[in-house]
């Protein structure tokens, strides 16, 4: 089982939708959490950290529930650059690696 | 400021070929990276160097060498390619690892097809 599991969608939402991504994580030691863009056959950019408390970054909102051991992205009025996979990260600085664990990634297709 | 460089961006090899791929940082970054990215598998580690002068295997080392020549390069081997390696590959660095808020930066790829 992977570390950190997201639904790989598609999801296809319309221009101003507001659409949410949830993210798990097996890994009750794992400390921080990112979510990473992705555009079509580029590098994978990090778009948001995300705290305990929640964060918000303009259109974006960015939550933990450690009890439950999930993460979730909500993105509001979508516009058609948010087109692209939303991939969730999870960093464990207590393993061997104190590395980064990748999700598969959930793809995001926003139409006018 | 370049980042991270790839080269090269595409590659096309024979099976039982060799290749090195390079990576170069320029942000006087300790630790660096190596990923695949396959459709539906998402990024996995293969190698990774957490500062000069180390280098450790990730989840998927085999088939794969690498070399942390100084601080600002770090390449990947493939002695002997196989079309399972057939992937993109991504170069990475952070400051230092174990520190969980610095962001991983990306090079641009290499898109590797081994026939």
């Known amino acids: 089982r992977k570390e950190v599991e997201q639904d790989p969608g598609p999801f296809n939402v319309p221009e101003g939708a507001t659409v949410a991504f949830n993210c798990t994580y097996s890994n009750s030691a794992s400390q921080s959490f990112f979510w990473y863009r992705q555009d079509c056959r580029k590098e994978p950019k990090l778009l948001m950290s995300v705290y305990s408390s929640g964060n918000e970054d303009g259109r974006f909102t960015a939550q933990l529930n450690r009890a439950s051991q999930y993460i979730s992205l909500l993105i509001r009025d979508s516009k058609l650059s948010d087109s692209a996979t939303y991939l969730c990260?999870?960093?464990?600085?207590?393993?061997?690696?104190?590395?980064?664990?990748f999700g598969r990634g959930t793809q995001l297709t926003v139409w006018p | 400021n370049a980042g991270v460089t790839q080269t090269p961006k595409f590659q096309v090899l024979k099976t039982g070929q060799s290749m090195t791929l390079q990576c170069a940082q320029d942000m006087n970054h300790n630790s660096m990276y190596w990923y695949r990215q396959d459709p539906g598998m998402g990024l996995r580690l293969i190698y990774y160097s957490a500062s000069e002068g180390t280098t450790d295997k990730g989840e998927v080392p085999n088939g794969y060498n690498v070399s942390r020549l100084n601080k600002r390069e770090f390449s990947l081997r493939l002695e002997s390619a196989a079309p399972s390696q057939t992937s993109v590959y991504f170069c990475?660095?952070?400051?230092?690892?174990?520190?969980?808020?610095?962001?991983?930066?990306f090079g641009d790829g290499t898109r590797l097809s081994i026939l």
């Open positions: 990475a660095s952070t400051p230092r690892m174990r520190t969980g808020d610095q962001p991983q930066h």
């Open positions: 990260v999870g960093y464990d600085r207590g393993s061997t690696l104190g590395r980064l664990y």
